[in-house]
């Protein structure tokens, strides 16, 4: 059996939207990031789930780092507990998808399903 492991989900025809066996995790579902990224004149902006907006990044591979920083966090606050403990239920040993880019191998990988996969899948991470 392999590891479960994040997949890109996408749209190019003649490929699987979501590979089989895959579980999407991305917005509107329950899985998805409450930390969501836009862009005005400012340059990238990160909606927070209180309504609050930050900007001021670099670019936008720096405010994805952040929004996925932040989500790490936030799972775990207890406010999250049930969405947590609904998440090691559903999504251990799955392969989870999402629209982000997959990372080249030893490359981070900067997508709130990548924390998914590790609160899902770790022995230690259940038992915190």
């Known amino acids: 059996m392999t590891a479960p492991r994040r997949v890109q989900r996408t749209r190019k025809a003649g490929q699987p939207g979501i590979p089989d066996g895959a579980r999407y995790v991305g917005r509107p579902t329950r899985w998805g990031n409450p930390f969501r990224i836009s862009h005005d004149r400012r340059g990238p902006v990160v909606h927070c789930p209180d309504g609050s907006e930050l900007f001021g990044f670099a670019d936008d591979a720096n405010a994805r780092d ?34 982000c880019a997959v990372p080249a191998e030893g490359e ?4 709130h399903a990548a924390v998914l996969l590790q609160i899902s899948n770790s022995p230690a991470e259940a038992s915190s």
Do not use: S
């Open 66 to 99: 952040w929004a996925v920083a932040e989500f790490r966090v936030w799972i775990r606050e207890p406010e999250q507990a049930d969405l947590l403990a609904a998440a090691r239920r559903a999504l251990a040993g799955r392969d989870l998808a999402c629209w």
């Open 108 to 111: 981070p990988d900067h997508c």
